[in-house]
């Protein structure tokens, strides 16, 4: 019994601090409530999004460096600080500036903890339920993500402030810091040695790596953007003029995604990997088409459901792929793949430029098509035997 209330007392706010990693997808609820309260243009809004992922090409490589250094619970209470400036900011400056700087901040501290965070729940939880325990992290933070634009939208009906979610965040931010910092977690000796850009770069000289470095950039990119594009596409398709009233859109996303990332661990567990990473593409491509043409809420709702589901195991499916390809290159393929989550700045800078240049979201959709094509063709390529693509 000891033994299980020492476990749970290290668990638990390990846990919690994946939820505090999923207060990055509130990025898409931030940036449209932001454009309206600021009258900015798609191209403009859709830099804020860039600003959050662009740090993930910058950090990611240093992190582990860093993380070798003052050990991973370090990194992860480095991370969560980071995160709770990000949470005051807007709150107290509110203009295009601060978000820039705030979503920089934020950018920053999910990038830390991203790489940070998963080594130090192996530090807890060992053997064959270390898999699981990775699992339930992500539907942990798929929590977050998905709960993100139902307060946000409360806020503005309730007190007529959308930013009411910082201080609600930050709270959290604040609780998780404190209890992971007096909680004791043994990690594994220090080396003070990290990897390096150059042995990071130098895997994109093999295919298979490429094509996969290239899959995440995509499926980020799509994350991203179907986060931040599907309320627009809501209010374009059905003469919405009150962002409140499409919002819910989000929430739709996140809801299947949380879905789709709770089940995919019992179909990844009896099924072909490659069968359900071609399922889920599928899944995708249908959501995406359908967002072109169709015009009721109720199955324009159904394909950003069938996007979010798609999306929801297909990093996890690349990243365990790439890493057993090179199983002796395990942290530098992870670097290189959480840089690829850098897809996140180019997408929507793209997706932006489209819409401007078509004056519909029409344009958005065909940036993240071409990642759904990507994908689909490394659907295609993807073995279930890991030597080769």
């Known amino acids: 019994m ?170 959290v931010s604040a609780i998780t810091v404190i209890w992971l910092g007096i909680t004791r977690i043994d990690e594994q000796k220090k080396d003070g040695r990290g990897i390096t850009f150059f042995e990071c770069f130098k895997l994109l000289g093999n295919g298979t790596i490429l094509l996969c470095f290239l899959g995440i950039m995509c499926l980020v990119g799509i994350d991203v953007g179907t986060n931040v594009t599907s309320p627009r596409i809501l209010m374009e398709r059905l003469d919405l003029t009150n962002l409140d009233d499409a919002n819910y859109a989000t929430s739709v996303y996140f809801a299947f995604r949380t879905a789709g990332c709770f089940l995919g661990a019992f179909i990844l567990a009896r099924y072909s990997a490659k069968k359900f990473f071609g399922l889920s593409v599928f899944c995708m491509a249908l959501g995406m088409g359908g967002l072109y043409f169709l015009q009721s809420e109720l199955i324009l709702c159904a394909c950003i459901g069938l996007i979010g589901f798609g999306n929801s195991n297909v990093f996890s499916i690349i990243l365990s792929h790439a890493m057993l390809y090179m199983p002796d290159k395990k942290n530098e393929i992870s670097g290189l793949m959480i840089m690829g989550l850098f897809g996140g700045t180019v997408f929507p800078f793209l997706m932006g430029y489209a819409t401007k240049t078509l004056h519909s979201q029409a344009g958005a959709l065909l940036i993240m098509s071409i990642g759904v094509i990507y994908l689909l063709f490394l659907a295609i390529r993807i073995r279930d035997n890991v030597n080769s693509i």
């Open 2 to 171: 000891n033994n299980n209330n020492g476990f749970y007392t290290k668990i638990l706010p390990v846990m919690l601090s994946f939820f505090c990693m999923g207060f990055v997808d509130m990025v898409g609820t931030a940036t449209n409530y932001a454009q309206k309260d600021l009258g900015l243009d798609e191209t403009t809004a859709n830099l804020f999004p860039s600003m959050v992922f662009f740090w993930f090409l910058i950090f990611s490589v240093p992190t582990g460096t860093f993380m070798s250094r003052i050990g991973r619970k370090k990194t992860v209470l480095v991370s969560l600080l980071v995160t709770a400036l990000s949470m005051i900011i807007p709150f107290v400056w509110y203009n295009k500036t601060s978000l820039i700087i705030t979503f920089s901040l934020l950018g920053i501290g999910n990038t830390l903890m991203q790489v940070s965070l998963n080594p130090l729940l192996s530090s807890i939880v060992k053997g064959d339920k270390l898999a699981s325990s990775f699992t339930l992290g992500q539907f942990v933070k798929a929590i977050a993500s998905f709960s993100a634009p139902i307060i946000a939208t409360s806020a503005s009906l309730m007190f007529d402030d959308w930013r009411m979610i910082y201080p609600l965040f930050l709270t």
